[in-house]
């Protein structure tokens, strides 16, 4: 038998284009959107995380994306985060003074990683 098996890798990150915009300052209990975002992949084959570092450095995981079907951690249905934080499945509320770090994470299926920090104030 002259058959061979062949594994072909993927060495080729995701790239993540973030459209939408945050201001610099927010007042508190503002409510915040998450910007919107595009991601491409050579393989069509991704997951994108979105989290949010608080101040009191807590991190939140806001939304997965896989391939474009997106799975959101504040809609009225999840039962993750207190619904004082939630707004909608694309909003939350900032009620912490201080530093904030948004930062989108695509990754593939080989785990090639690219990952992308906005930053905003909440006074």
């Known amino acids: 038998d002259l058959s061979k098996k062949i594994v072909v890798y993927d060495f080729v990150a995701p790239e993540i284009t ?3 915009k945050l201001k610099d300052t927010y007042s508190l209990n503002a409510e915040i ?4 975002y595009k991601v491409t992949d050579n393989l069509n084959d991704y ?10 450095d807590e991190q939140r ?10 799975t959101s951690y504040l809609d009225s249905n999840s039962m993750v985060y ?3 934080f939630k707004v909608n499945a694309n909003t939350f509320r900032a009620e912490q003074r201080g530093y904030y770090t948004m930062r989108f994470v695509a990754y593939d299926y080989d785990f090639n990683k690219t990952d ?7 006074k």
């Open 18 to 20: 973030i459209t939408g």
């Open 33 to 36: 959107s998450i910007p919107s």
């Open 47 to 56: 997951t994108l995380d979105v989290f949010l570092s608080l101040p009191n």
């Open 61 to 70: 995981l806001l939304i997965t994306d896989n391939n474009g079907k997106v």
């Open 82 to 84: 207190d619904s004082s």
């Open 116 to 122: 992308e920090e906005l930053h905003f104030t909440v």
